[in-house]
């Protein structure tokens, strides 16, 4: 999936991609023992567990996001990625009829 929710106190603190490791890391010259909190994004969106995949997809393109949080009930739910969407849309898979099977 290339993220993981970050929680801190069962509460959702971040969200960090295996790119935010890379780099933030690298950059910050950051070992492999230094927690993970700070290289997370701190800044997020999520979409209600009930929402449909338009709703998810609206708020991935208002902002300039490729995953969301899942939250039910107050609580973290999962994550969506624009690649479950684009799967859940097109379940034979995004190059289905196009002759390349």
């Given at each position: 999936m290339?993220?993981?929710l970050v929680v801190n106190d069962?509460?959702?603190?971040g969200l960090v991609t295996d790119?935010?490791?890379?780099?933030?890391?690298?950059?910050?010259?950051?070992?492999?023992?230094?927690?993970v909190g700070p290289l997370s994004s701190r800044d997020l969106v999520g979409v209600?567990?009930?929402d449909d995949t338009a709703v998810a997809a609206a708020l991935m393109r208002e902002h300039a996001v490729r995953r969301?949080?899942?939250?039910?009930?107050g609580q973290v739910a999962g994550i969506v990625s624009l690649g479950d969407?684009?799967?859940h849309?097109?379940?034979?898979?995004p190059f289905a009829g196009a002759g390349l099977g």
């Open positions: 290339g993220a993981v069962q509460a959702l603190y790119r935010d490791l890379v780099v933030r890391a690298v950059a910050e010259s950051r070992g492999p023992d230094e927690p209600n567990a009930d969301l949080p899942v939250i039910e009930d969407l684009t799967l849309d097109n379940p034979a898979g």
